[in-house]
T-cell receptor, first 114, second 115 residues
Framework: QKEVEQNSGPLSVPEGAIASLNCTYS??????FFWYRQYSGKSPELIMF????GDKEDGRFTAQLNKASQYVSLLIRDSQPSDSATYLC??????????????FGKGTHLIIQP | ETGVTQTPRHLVMGMTNKKSLKCEQH?????MYWYKQSAKKPLELMFV???????ENNSVPSRFSPECPNSSHLFLHLHTLQPEDSALYLC??????????????FGPGTRLTVL
């Protein structure tokens, strides 16, 4: 049974600080990893993906992957009130070559306090 | 229109009704997906279509019947649903075997209520 675990929160972070979101996964065969942001009443929006161990930066967002520890994280620098949302971690078993569904965590509810 | 669209956005149906959800992607992708999002549960994969062929059926009850007539359109036919089927149904698409595989883009969803 493939599982993705996230702390449901809420995680409260002051505006301008770094928000750190964590995710662990059970399937060692997982190859690609995604972070989605979901505002209340809206559909998930892809904000980051990572395939290799290490860090990947995109603007204020940094995704970190440690396959040995089966751990993925998302850092949001200079947090803004507009970053308040639920962040979903998703994993996929294959890195490519076919269409594969994603396994999602329940999400972490992030609140940025002005 | 751009991206992934879904209709209707809201649907209320009785347990004996038959209805269909529609999804259309305008991204030139060749894979499409149905997911179910219920309160306090993670997004659940229902069906995967690749090049119009179903490649995965995640133990979904037969009262849900998918159809993919071409790579741009995906339907979910509903019949004799139960109240516990009330949820947000999300469609997604991706480009298979591209430089960013499995990167899935979601539509706005259909909020389904079964009475």
């Amino acid at each position: 049974q493939k599982e993705v675990e996230q702390n449901s929160g809420p995680l409260s972070v002051p505006e301008g600080a770094i928000a750190s979101l964590n995710c662990t996964y059970s399937d060692r065969g997982s190859q690609s990893f995604f972070w989605y942001r979901q505002y209340s009443g809206k559909s998930p929006e892809l904000i980051m993906f990572i395939y290799s161990n290490g860090d990947k930066e995109d603007g204020r967002f940094t995704a970190q992957l440690n396959k040995a520890s089966q751990y993925v994280s998302l850092l949001i620098r200079d947090s803004q009130p507009s970053d308040s949302a639920t962040y979903l971690c998703a994993v996929c078993m294959y890195s490519g070559g076919g269409a594969d569904g994603l396994t999602f965590g329940k999400g972490t509810h992030l609140i940025i306090q002005p | 229109e751009t991206g992934v669209t879904q209709t209707p956005r809201h649907l209320v149906m009785g347990m004996t009704n038959k209805k269909s959800l529609k999804c259309e992607q305008h991204l030139g992708h060749n894979a499409m997906y149905w997911y179910k999002q219920s309160a306090k549960k993670p997004l659940e994969l229902m069906f995967v279509y690749s090049l119009e062929e179903r490649v995965e059926n995640n133990s979904v009850p037969s009262r849900f019947s998918p159809e993919c007539p071409n790579s741009s359109h995906l339907f979910l036919h509903l019949h004799t649903l139960q109240p516990e089927d009330s949820a947000l149904y999300l469609c997604a698409s991706s480009q298979e075997q591209g430089p960013r595989p499995n990167e899935q883009f979601f539509g706005p969803g259909t909020r389904l209520t079964v009475l």
